[in-house]
């Protein structure tokens, strides 16, 4: 069934991936991996670090509900890393860290802050979200093909340096909208208020504190683009998919395979 589903998108998928490397310019050769994660309303995914066996830049499309992504400031992963607690481990997709332990390890002196992804964005972030200081750009697509909207510099926003930052969507069919930096710009775009396309109101709105949560009522679909680096991954011109209906579960992943220079036939389940 999933192979069905990627014969279908992977021409859509190849034309995506190469216009966010044309466009973001950030990605020194083609996406070659799309992580498809399906999360049900109440589904999120733990808070983590995108693995080392991909080139430090990562891009997130989202579909279906909007979710809020946080980004936690986090201790434990610098020890770590220089204890080589972290260390790569070949196709390990990330760094988990279990929830248990959080409150000992995050830093309440400094912020968390949150991304609102709504449907059709295009999430950004690169090199330093692995381990110290985060930038991160946020592009919207419109709803309409090829209008690729101005990337939206979020960089300016107060991340502390120095700090090494998880990111990860709560398990909970409601999220908080308080400590999210792109309240009017995610929303702005969203046709459930069209009452509020005009954004001095949207503005107004966000001040006076309107936006508090946002719901979702519905399955949520994400396409993570990456760029697995040579060494640990598939040959160069092969664009390597993986779905995952539930989120970091490793027993439900799926494979597949494409090489676009051979017959779609050749595509490889594992
Ligand atoms: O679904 C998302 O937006 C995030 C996915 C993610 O962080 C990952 O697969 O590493
Ligand atoms: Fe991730």
């Given at each position: 069934?999933?192979?069905?589903?990627?014969?279908?998108?992977?021409?859509?998928?190849?034309?995506?991936?190469?216009?966010?490397?044309?466009?973001?310019?950030?990605?020194?050769?083609?996406?070659?991996?799309?992580?498809?994660?399906?999360?049900?309303?109440?589904?999120?995914?733990?808070?983590?670090?995108?693995?080392?066996?991909?080139?430090?830049?990562?891009?997130?499309?989202?579909?279906?509900?909007?979710?809020?992504?946080?980004?936690?400031?986090?201790?434990?992963?610098?020890?770590?890393?220089?204890?080589?607690?972290?260390?790569?481990?070949?196709?390990?997709?990330?760094?988990?860290?279990?929830?248990?332990?959080?409150?000992?390890?995050?830093?309440?002196?400094?912020?968390?802050?949150?991304?609102?992804?709504?449907?059709?964005?295009?999430?950004?972030?690169?090199?330093?979200?692995?381990?110290?200081?985060?930038?991160?750009?946020?592009?919207?697509?419109?709803?309409?093909?090829?209008?690729?909207?101005?990337?939206?510099?979020?960089?300016?926003?107060?991340?502390?340096?120095?700090?090494?930052?998880?990111?990860?969507?709560?398990?909970?069919?409601?999220?908080?909208?308080?400590?999210?930096?792109?309240?009017?710009?995610?929303?702005?775009?969203?046709?459930?208020?069209?009452?509020?396309?005009?954004?001095?109101?949207?503005?107004?709105?966000?001040?006076?504190?309107?936006?508090?949560?946002?719901?979702?009522?519905?399955?949520?679909?994400?396409?993570?683009?990456?760029?697995?680096?040579?060494?640990?991954?598939?040959c160069d011109h092969c664009l390597f998919i993986v779905i995952r209906a539930?989120?970091?579960?490793?027993?439900?992943?799926?494979?597949?395979h494409f090489d676009p220079t051979m017959d779609s036939t050749n595509m490889?389940?594992?």
């Open positions: 069934m999933h192979t069905v589903l990627c014969l279908q998108l992977y021409p859509q998928l190849n034309g995506v991936t190469k216009r966010i490397c044309e466009e973001a310019g950030l990605f020194p050769s083609p996406i070659n991996h799309v992580l498809i994660n399906e999360y049900l309303p109440d589904q999120g995914i733990m808070p983590h670090q995108d693995g080392p066996a991909y080139f430090p830049v990562v891009a997130i499309i989202s579909l279906g509900s909007p979710a809020v992504m946080n980004f936690t400031p986090h201790s434990r992963l610098m020890e770590s890393s220089r204890s080589g607690r972290y260390a790569a481990d070949g196709d390990s997709s990330s760094n988990e860290v279990g929830s248990e332990n959080e409150t000992d390890i995050c830093l309440p002196n400094h912020q968390h802050s949150s991304i609102l992804l709504m449907p059709c964005s295009l999430l950004i972030f690169k090199d330093e979200a692995y381990s110290g200081v985060v930038h991160y750009l946020f592009n919207i697509f419109s709803c309409s093909p090829n209008s690729l909207r101005s990337p939206m510099n979020v960089s300016s926003h107060p991340f502390p340096q120095f700090l090494d930052y998880l990111h990860g969507i709560e398990d909970r069919n409601v999220h908080q909208l308080d400590k999210v930096v792109n309240i009017v710009e995610g929303l702005k775009h969203d046709r459930r208020v069209p009452s509020l396309l005009d954004t001095e109101d949207m503005v107004g709105a966000e001040s006076s504190g309107q936006f508090k949560i946002i719901e979702r009522t519905n399955t949520r679909i994400s396409l993570t683009c990456r760029l697995v680096l040579k060494e640990s991954g598939p539930v989120p970091m579960d490793s027993t439900t992943q799926r494979f597949v490889k389940n594992g």
